[in-house]
């Protein structure tokens, strides 16, 4: 009978946990609504939107044999040792983000960062004694984020201000895929213009390369409003073969592709070279370049680097939908633990600063939403420590458009902030408005953080300012005006 004891004893064992249990228990992927599948897709698009790090951070780091970027005793780094080490720091610390703070967030090498101790550190010191200070800088951000520090800075963040955030990084990104892609390019000074920004590189698009992205845009942007699955890492894919097949028939100089020319490699595996790793120094650049020098270098590298990361941290996991209803972000501490402790890996390698990657939004429109498109992302720069003949074959006009279109994704949480209320919309506008202009994350914080104070004292409502955000606001004061603080300290 139905129900009966021996009815239960003959029903058969329960089923085994699926395949994937111990990557559900740990990664939470269906209780945020994705799947493995997107995962991974999410975790590709991610590493093939942000794998142009491992060409351009040894171009900006070591330079060219004709120009290579030199320290104060005239040595350069090896183009072959950084391409290592910037996929070795990258592909452990993204895979500790991924399994430490199950956020789709990919670390690197941060641009700008990079530049700062290229072009301004190196030639005040030597090339161990700069990735010193680098060290030095990841372990101040460890510092204030065990003191909790960090975390309430994030906290005390007024919404709006939070939500143009996203919608800044949304611009800034795309910004850069139209400017990645040659689209748009920058006048050169000498054309005695007032205008920045040209189409294409005449002020007309012309070129082979300029009409792959054209093309590549129209189908990421077409997939996109179709919901189709694998729509950013499909058109990737698409494009790549497209460039592939045009700079095979056509006669196209390598130069007009940019960073990456779509070429298959003569061999696909490479031996890396771990030269660089261990080579820095934590207090040689105070004996070479003076106490002054280095503590405004560390600070400079500290504000950038503590809020580009919160910026893009705040912003991908806003665009995912991970922020509650405070707008805070699930295991901060451990986030921005290991984001400082990128840094420090980044100093210790050679391979410059490591911070969170606004590319990392190429996973989340592709539907990540968990660490384990991070593993993926990780999982690839590994590879690519061997494979780097094949890391340039994508060419920045196959992947740009990807950034195209999650531009669109993040912009679209402009319209959750109130315009009404002046005293937080126009620091809102600000911070949107800031990032893309200035190419910078950090400077459209700053303005943000600057004119919301401003804007709270002069209507009266100085109270509603938290004080950390008066904290934060005078450290932006100081960012700003770092030049005439250095030559008020006699800093050349």
Not at 257 to 266: A, D, E, K, S, Y
Not at 319 to 329: P, S, T
Request: proline fraction near 6%.
């Amino acid at each position: 009978m139905p129900g009966s004891v021996a009815d239960d004893a003959v029903k058969p064992a329960p089923a085994p946990p699926p395949a994937n249990h111990l990557l559900e228990r740990w990664f939470r992927i269906s209780q945020r609504g994705s799947t493995p599948g997107r995962e991974v897709r999410g975790g590709l698009a991610t590493f093939f939107a942000m794998a142009y790090i491992l060409v351009l951070n040894p171009i900006i780091l070591s330079g060219s044999k004709a120009h290579p970027v030199l320290d104060k005793y005239g040595h350069s780094l090896s183009p072959g040792q950084v391409l290592t080490v910037t996929a070795l720091v990258a592909a452990v610390m993204t895979v500790i983000m991924g399994v430490g703070g199950n956020l789709p967030l990919a670390i690197a090498t941060g641009l700008g960062l990079n530049a700062v101790v290229a072009y301004q550190l190196a030639p005040k010191m030597s090339w161990p004694d700069a990735m010193g200070l680098v060290v030095l800088e990841g372990l101040l951000i460890c510092v204030l984020v065990v003191t909790g520090l960090r975390q309430a800075i994030m906290e005390a963040i007024p919404q709006a201000i939070k939500k143009a955030i996203a919608v800044g990084i949304g611009m800034f990104i795309a910004f850069i895929g139209l400017v990645d892609a040659g689209f748009v390019t920058r006048i050169p000074d000498a054309a005695s213009t007032t205008t920045p920004v040209q189409l294409g590189g005449t002020g007309t698009l012309t070129g082979w390369p300029v009409l792959v992205f054209c093309v590549g845009v129209l189908l990421t942007i077409s997939l996109v409003a179709r919901r189709m699955r694998g729509a950013i890492l499909i058109s990737i894919v698409v494009m790549t073969i497209v460039a592939l097949i045009v700079n095979k028939i056509a006669d196209i100089p390598d130069l007009a592709w940019g960073l990456n020319p779509p070429t298959v490699p003569h061999k696909a595996v490479a031996t890396p070279d771990f030269g660089l790793v261990g080579h820095f120094s934590l207090f040689g650049g105070f004996r070479d370049a003076g106490v002054v020098t280095c503590v405004l270098s560390v600070f400079t590298l500290v504000l950038s680097d503590f809020f580009d990361a919160m910026g893009t941290i705040v912003g991908i996991s806003s665009e995912a939908g991970l922020l509650d209803k405070e707008g805070r972000v699930p295991n901060i501490g451990r986030v921005l633990f290991i984001d400082g402790a990128a840094a420090v890996a980044g100093g210790m390698a050679s391979s410059s600063s490591n911070t969170a990657y606004v590319e990392s939004a190429a996973g989340v429109g592709e539907g990540a939403r968990t660490g384990l498109a991070s593993v993926v992302t990780g999982v690839l720069f590994a590879l690519a420590l061997f494979l780097s003949p094949l890391a340039g074959v994508v060419p920045s006009q196959a992947a740009a458009p990807a950034l195209v279109a999650v531009g669109f994704l993040l912009m679209a949480q402009v319209r959750t902030i109130d315009w009404t209320e002046y005293d937080t919309a126009i620091p809102a506008f600000l911070t949107i408005a800031v990032m893309p202009f200035t190419y910078s994350i950090t400077n459209g914080i700053g303005a943000g953080f600057l004119s919301y104070v401003v804007l709270k004292t002069a209507l009266g409502k100085i109270r509603e300012v938290h004080p950390l955000v008066w904290c934060v606001s005078l450290f932006f004061l100081a960012y700003f005006a770092i030049d005439p603080l250095q030559q008020a300290f006699g800093v050349k």
